[in-house]
């Protein structure tokens, strides 16, 4: 069960904005980052000595940065690593410093294509932007000075919000970062990408992601631009790309450095994935989705152009743009964003019109302005097509604001009241949320109903919520400490963590 926390900020709805008080922070970044060389290291880089404390072909889960101890990294070297010569890297940020999740997933990647990987536990999303510079200066400095690395070929990847401080970063340095991977995010508001962008992109979001109309917006932008990139739909919610799209990513990153001359052209690789592609094209088609495969051709043509002649897949991708059916889709899918748009505004509105201060706010009315169980019908019927698929994102976009960041706005400004109505709100919305049910028992403790706070809080449990610790230190129940119903839900949970570490 995910623990429930309401002071941090899993993932992002939109592009915040880069605070004017970053930019002496990104005079830092182009010191560091963009400079004719890297910073000297301690030892040469390529010496021996400087990996052979590590292993190769596994997962080192936690490295401390030499020059900084309160940074540390997940480092993976692949099994061929030799410091004789150069090796491309990835850096990983997660949205909450969980280095080893996207270390597990670009892994395979990193050793079949001969790449390092250094993942960041300090990395964080929807934050201020200070530590996500703070990781990727401790991580560049402190691989550097230990590892052989080729300096035209080092890229960002990052998960939500840090994706957009990968952009951030790579917009300050350019030509120090030569790809960002995206997944469920793209560029900062107020950084849009230009034509001149100083690196290729590959992204990827996830057919229930709440960011995925602005994902759609972004390759469509890009393609506009004449700028390099590729984005990858998978069938899932806000989340990192699985191995299978992180190896994609990392073979079209391959794909673009022997574009741009940074890698050696490598003919039998380039026909290998190729072949791969234009299979995955192919079984598209077969399979009915004649609108990824569209997608997936008209990709690979632009991915290879200039490595081999992409014709064939350049005539599919033609062949399948005229389509009647594949038009009607298209047509489909940007009416729905139209709708989507206009159904997020009219939400945002009623959730903003819905303050306390003013009157008791009508929560039967709430409920149907927001329309979600016409959302929940129309997102259950027929769940694979894009109607429903649209319907689910607006659910998860409506749960995100009203679960995470309205609560999180009100009950840093002690707006207690308010908070409760958007946390009503979120469990209404997604019922089955154990933390939902805590975060509202929390927010009502804090305004004195004790009873419904001791049955949501009993309610959270029975849907799965054991962290009895968090109970026990949460200032939120303090009004609760007392009563004999919540020491009896703790000392129950209690009991469940104590027979469990038995």
Not at 320 to 335: I, M, P, S, T, Y
Not at 366 to 384: C, Q, S, Y
Not at 414 to 425: G, L, P, S
Request: charged letters at 25%.
């Amino acid at each position: 069960m995910v623990k429930p926390v309401r002071h941090h900020r899993p993932f992002s709805t939109g592009n915040p904005a880069l605070p004017l008080a970053v930019l002496p922070l990104l005079l830092a970044a182009l010191f560091l980052l963009g400079g004719a060389a890297p910073p000297a290291p301690a030892t040469p880089p390529a010496a021996p000595s400087a990996a052979a404390a590590f292993p190769h072909g596994t997962i080192v889960e936690k490295v401390t940065a030499a020059a900084d101890p309160s940074q540390t990294y997940a480092l993976y070297l692949p099994s061929a690593y030799d410091p004789a010569r150069r090796w491309p890297i990835v850096f990983l940020f997660d949205a909450r410093g969980r280095a080893m999740v996207p270390a597990e997933r670009f892994r395979a990647a990193a050793e079949t294509n001969g790449y390092l990987l250094a993942s960041s536990y300090n990395s964080a999303s929807d934050g201020p932007f200070a530590p996500n510079l703070k990781a990727m200066q401790a991580l560049w400095s402190d691989t550097h000075r230990r590892f052989a690395l080729d300096d035209k070929r080092i890229y960002a990847a990052g998960f939500s919000g840090t994706v957009r401080s990968s952009c951030t970063l790579a917009l300050a340095a350019p030509g120090r970062i030569a790809g960002v991977i995206g997944a469920a995010a793209g560029f900062p508001e107020g950084q849009p990408p230009t034509a001149k962008n100083p690196f290729v992109f590959f992204g990827t979001v996830g057919n229930l992601d709440f960011n995925f109309d602005e994902m759609k917006q972004l390759d469509e932008t890009l393609a506009d631009l004449h700028v390099a990139h590729r984005i990858e739909e998978f069938a899932g919610p806000h989340q990192w790309m699985s191995p299978e799209l992180a190896t994609l990513a990392i073979e079209w990153m391959e794909a673009q450095a022997m574009k741009a001359g940074t890698r050696p052209l490598d003919a039998a690789l380039v026909q290998k994935l190729w072949r791969a592609d234009l299979d995955q094209a192919r079984a598209l088609e077969a399979g009915g989705d004649r609108l990824g495969a569209w997608h997936r051709y008209g990709a690979i043509a632009e991915e290879f152009s200039g490595l081999l002649d992409v014709a064939p897949a350049a005539a599919k991708a033609a062949e399948l743009g005229a389509a009647k059916d594949v038009k009607a889709r298209l047509r489909e899918r940007r009416q729905l964003r139209d709708e989507d748009r206009l159904y997020i505004a009219e939400s945002q509105r009623a959730l903003a019109a819905a303050d306390p201060a003013d009157g008791p706010v009508n929560m039967p009315r709430l409920i149907a302005d927001l329309r979600i169980r016409d959302l929940k019908a129309r997102a259950a019927k027929d769940p694979a097509s894009d109607p429903a698929l649209a319907a689910q994102r607006l659910l998860n976009t409506l749960s995100a604001q009203t679960s995470f960041y309205l609560p999180r706005l009100y009950m840093e400004r002690k707006d207690y009241r308010r908070a409760e109505v958007m946390y009503a709100v979120a469990a209404e919305v997604a019922p089955q949320r154990p933390e939902v049910w805590y975060n509202l028992a929390a927010t009502r403790s804090r305004i004195g109903a004790r009873k419904q706070a001791l049955d949501d809080l009993k309610h959270a449990v029975s849907l799965g919520f054991k962290d009895a610790k968090l109970l026990a230190e949460d200032a939120d129940f303090a009004s609760l400490r007392d009563d004999p119903a919540f020491r009896e839900v703790l000392a129950g949970l209690q009991r469940q963590s104590g027979a469990g570490n038995g």
